[in-house]
């Protein structure tokens, strides 16, 4: 085997181990920065092309993150200036797709010596992305989990709501590490708002200055709009990425926010608010911090709880307080007669006005039995009724009568329920004098018979008169007529109570005999009118028969107190004979009483109305006159019976025309 053999197998045994270590060989000229060889698996794992990888060491120095730009930089000038024996650095690199990943570089200059500095610089460079992100993660928890103790002692010490959530976010930053932490609460306006209530950090006017709501809208589509509408944690890994992110994204790259979380607040299953942390980095927060989060959420969430509920327990304390102070007050000053009674009806405590309304003192009323002052009950009647009071858990009233300290005797209603007072079970009584209201309530009952007799009165005054009466409800129904409307309308009293103005029993015909629909019955008009009717003529149909009775109606509406319609009153009267001697009157004056054709009058009335519609209509019409010769030689030679035997005969002569001519007598 040649020198030159072993060499090649050499350099196949060292790229073979350093591809199973994962590394890989570079090597630069130091003196004109150019890359020898170059680490072209590195760029491949960043994504790049080969012809993408550089061939300059200022190339190399143009995707260094430039925070680690100065580390490196010093490390080289170390080892070139001898300070070192060899280059490591740390730090990361820029992959194609704008993401940072963690390198190590080893290197060495293998042609210097003691006269001068060497010009080839080699070295490896290896992935270390996984282990710094672990070590990230593992701060990152350390810091959480921090940040979860030192949150879980503020909220044991804190009495504030607002304190509460200021030291929260303070801890989040100070502690957590974070760039910036708020706070905020979801509102119920229309916007479905976030109003934020504490922040600590680099904010920067951030808050004020962008619109973020938990509608299910664009700007609902954040961290904190969904965390509140889904009650579920959300992670942001980077705000670059993220489209839901485009809203904020410009402001929250000029404060360098990269990645985000928001974490529902929650009570009693209600989102009531969103805790959200910012980070510097894209990726920042692992499922275990994330975790660690979600639990100091829920501790905060349940902090904040406890501080309202102690809030609110305080305020029902001094609202306790001053309503005790209160009760107490209104007990000494109560105008009622108010008397606490043990379970034996002794009595602990009574106020001004009961004494003053019996007539002892204060002190004198203490102790007293109830016996002493009720002047209707037996003592086994008072044991009965305060052993209702007791196993009642409800207010009980009755009615009964006082004896004063004088003798005098009064009427009083008692009403009283059982509570607990001092941890004993204890009546709760209050007497109210009803002296006015008794004598006030036999006065009422002695009118009401006054006005029950009036009544009947009334009533027996309707039945008898001789115009028919109805009486109507709002609705309608008939709730009395009398004697006379049944006789009118062919229906008992009993058959029309309680019918409607649409019941089919009812058929009314107006003076051209058409028959009227319902909403123009006259109970109708007025109810929709809520004014009288007066002289309507009506016709009415009388059930079973063909006969029509024709009316003269007057109805009125009749209101309450409070001015709503109370009942409809109509009254008829019967008008058919006058309705008769009017048609008989009208005939006589427009027909011939022997041939009962229309007359002279009638023919020149109509005569009038065809000549005003032809001149209107432009149309014309035609006036036909038969002359009867003769006529007079018959009533002179056979007698004028046979003349008018004769005229009687023309009507049916003239029957066939009669369809289009109006034949008259003139």
């Given at each position: 085997?040649t020198?030159?053999?072993?060499?090649?197998?050499?350099k196949i045994?060292?790229?073979?181990?350093?591809?199973?270590?994962?590394?890989?060989?570079?090597?630069?000229?130091?003196?004109?920065?150019?890359?020898?060889?170059?680490?072209?698996?590195?760029?491949?794992?960043?994504?790049?092309?080969?012809?993408?990888?550089?061939s300059?060491?200022d190339?190399?120095?143009?995707?260094?993150?430039?925070d680690?730009?100065?580390?490196?930089?010093?490390?080289l000038?170390?080892?070139?200036?001898?300070?070192?024996?060899?280059?490591?650095?740390?730090?990361?690199?820029?992959?194609?797709?704008?993401?940072?990943?963690?390198?190590a570089?080893?290197?060495?200059?293998?042609d210097?010596d003691?006269?001068?500095?060497?010009?080839?610089?080699?070295g490896?460079?290896?992935?270390?992305?996984?282990?710094?992100?672990?070590?990230?993660?593992?701060?990152?928890?350390?810091?959480?989990?921090?940040?979860?103790?030192?949150?879980?002692?503020?909220?044991?010490?804190?009495?504030?709501?607002?304190?509460?959530?200021?030291?929260?976010?303070?801890?989040?930053v100070?502690?957590?590490g974070?760039?910036?932490?708020?706070?905020?609460?979801?509102?119920?306006?229309?916007?479905?708002?976030?109003?934020?209530?504490?922040?600590?950090?680099?904010?920067?006017?951030?808050?004020?200055?962008?619109?973020?709501?938990?509608?299910?809208?664009?700007?609902?589509?954040?961290?904190?709009?969904?965390?509140?509408?889904?009650?579920?944690?959300?992670?942001?890994?980077?705000?670059q990425?993220?489209?839901?992110?485009?809203?904020?994204?410009?402001?929250?790259?000029?404060?360098g926010y990269?990645?985000?979380?928001?974490?529902?607040l929650?009570?009693?299953n209600?989102?009531?608010?969103?805790?959200?942390?910012?980070?510097?980095?894209?990726?920042?927060?692992?499922?275990?911090?994330?975790?660690?989060?979600?639990?100091?959420?829920s501790?905060?969430?349940?902090?904040?709880?406890?501080?309202?509920?102690?809030?609110?327990?305080?305020?029902?304390?001094?609202?306790l307080?001053?309503?005790?102070?209160?009760?107490?007050?209104?007990?000494?000053?109560?105008?009622?007669?108010?008397?606490?009674?043990?379970?034996e009806?002794?009595?602990?405590?009574?106020?001004?006005?009961?004494?003053?309304?019996?007539?002892?003192q204060?002190?004198?009323?203490?102790?007293?039995?109830?016996?002493?002052?009720?002047?209707?009950?037996?003592?086994?009647?008072?044991?009965?009724v305060?052993?209702?009071?007791?196993?009642?858990?409800?207010?009980?009233?009755?009615?009964?009568?006082?004896?004063?300290?004088?003798?005098?005797?009064?009427?009083v209603?008692?009403?009283?329920?059982?509570?607990?007072?001092?941890?004993?079970?204890?009546?709760?009584?209050?007497?109210?004098?009803?002296?006015?209201?008794?004598?006030?309530e036999?006065?009422?009952?002695?009118?009401?018979?006054?006005?029950?007799?009036?009544?009947?009165q009334?009533?027996?005054l309707?039945k008898?008169?001789?115009?028919?009466?109805?009486?109507?409800?709002?609705?309608?129904?008939?709730i009395?007529?009398?004697q006379?409307?049944?006789?009118?309308?062919?229906?008992?009293?009993?058959?029309?109570?309680?019918?409607?103005?649409?019941d089919?029993?009812?058929?009314?015909?107006?003076?051209?005999?058409?028959?009227?629909?319902?909403?123009?019955?006259?109970?109708?008009?007025?109810?929709?009118?809520?004014?009288?009717?007066?002289?309507?003529?009506?016709?009415?149909?009388?059930p079973d028969?063909?006969?029509?009775?024709?009316?003269?109606?007057?109805?009125?509406?009749?209101?309450?107190?409070?001015?709503?319609?109370?009942?409809?009153?109509?009254?008829?009267d019967?008008?058919?004979?006058?309705?008769?001697?009017e048609?008989?009157?009208?005939?006589?004056?427009?027909?011939?009483?022997?041939?009962?054709?229309?007359?002279?009058?009638?023919?020149?009335?109509r005569?009038?109305?065809?000549?005003?519609?032809s001149?209107r209509?432009?149309?014309?019409?035609a006036?036909?006159?038969?002359?009867?010769?003769?006529?007079?030689?018959?009533?002179?030679?056979?007698?004028?019976?046979?003349?008018?035997?004769?005229?009687?005969?023309?009507?049916?002569?003239?029957?066939?025309?009669?369809a289009?001519?109006?034949?008259?007598?003139?």
């Open positions: 085997m020198y030159k053999d072993e060499q090649d197998i050499n045994r060292l790229e073979l181990a350093m591809e199973a270590a994962g590394l890989d060989l570079w090597e630069n000229d130091l003196v004109t920065g150019s890359v020898t060889r170059k680490a072209t698996k590195i760029f491949v794992e960043l994504g790049y092309d080969e012809e993408e990888a550089a300059h060491i190339d190399i120095f143009a995707i260094i993150h430039p680690d730009l100065p580390i490196v930089k010093t490390a000038n170390n080892h070139l200036t001898g300070v070192t024996a060899q280059y490591r650095c740390e730090f990361r690199l820029r992959a194609k797709n704008g993401t940072w990943v963690w390198y570089n080893y290197g060495k200059i293998i210097s003691e006269h001068k500095r060497g010009q080839r610089f080699i490896v460079t290896f992935n270390i992305d996984d282990r710094e992100r672990k070590e990230v993660e593992r701060e990152a928890i350390t810091r959480a989990l921090k940040l979860l103790s030192e949150c879980g002692t503020m909220l044991i010490h804190a009495e504030n709501e607002h304190v509460l959530l200021d030291a929260i976010c303070k801890l989040a100070e502690t957590g974070y760039l910036m932490a708020w706070v905020g609460f979801a509102e119920n306006d229309e916007a479905k708002s976030i109003s934020w209530r504490a922040q600590s950090g680099y904010e920067e006017g951030y808050l004020d200055s962008i619109k973020i709501t938990w509608s299910d809208s664009e700007l609902g589509q954040g961290p904190a709009g969904i965390a509140i509408r889904t009650g579920s944690t959300v992670v942001n890994h980077d705000y990425a993220n489209p839901n992110m485009a809203p904020w994204r410009e402001a929250a790259s000029q404060r990269r990645s985000s979380i928001a974490l529902p929650i009570i009693k209600h989102v009531f608010g969103v805790f959200s942390t910012y980070a510097t980095a894209p990726f920042a927060f692992s499922n275990e911090e994330v975790a660690l989060l979600e639990e100091l959420a501790n905060l969430s349940y902090g904040i709880e406890t501080l309202r509920t102690r809030a609110e327990n305080k305020e029902a304390q001094i609202a307080k001053k309503e005790n102070e209160k009760n107490i007050a209104l007990l000494r000053n109560a105008s009622d007669g108010i008397h606490i009674l043990d379970s009806g002794n009595v602990i405590e009574a106020s001004d006005s009961f004494c003053t309304m019996l007539g002892y204060r002190d004198e009323m203490i102790g007293m039995n109830v016996s002493r002052w009720d002047a209707q009950l037996s003592e086994v009647e008072l044991r009965q305060i052993r209702k009071q007791f196993s009642c858990q409800e207010r009980v009233q009755f009615e009964t009568r006082h004896k004063r300290n004088d003798g005098t005797i009064f009427d209603e008692v009403s009283g329920f059982p509570l607990e007072l001092d941890g004993k079970l204890v009546l709760f009584n209050s007497s109210r004098d009803i002296t006015k209201r008794k004598h006030a036999e006065r009422l009952r002695k009118k009401q018979r006054q006005l029950i007799e009036s009544e009947a009334y009533r027996d309707l008898n008169l001789h115009t028919a009466i109805v009486v109507h409800t709002p609705d309608t129904r008939i009395f007529s009398n006379r409307a049944s006789e009118l309308l062919g229906l008992s009293e009993d058959q029309m109570r309680g019918k409607i103005a649409i089919p029993a009812w058929c009314f015909i107006n003076e051209q005999e058409e028959v009227i629909q319902p909403k123009e019955y006259p109970v109708s008009r007025v109810i929709a009118t809520l004014k009288p009717l007066e002289a309507l003529v009506l016709g009415v149909k009388v028969t063909t006969r029509v009775i024709w009316l003269l109606v007057n109805a009125f509406p009749e209101f309450n107190s409070d001015g709503n319609l109370k009942k409809v009153v109509v009254n008829f019967d008008i058919s004979a006058r309705k008769q001697a048609e008989k009157i009208h005939n006589l004056a427009f027909f011939d009483a022997l041939t009962s054709l229309p007359n002279r009058r009638l023919l020149m009335d005569l009038h109305s065809a000549l005003s519609a001149a209509s432009k149309h014309y019409g006036v036909l006159v038969i002359d009867m010769d003769r006529f007079k030689m018959i009533n002179d030679v056979l007698g004028h019976d046979f003349g008018d035997l004769l005229l009687l005969r023309w009507p049916n002569v003239l029957s066939p025309v009669r289009k001519w109006i034949p008259w007598r003139v």
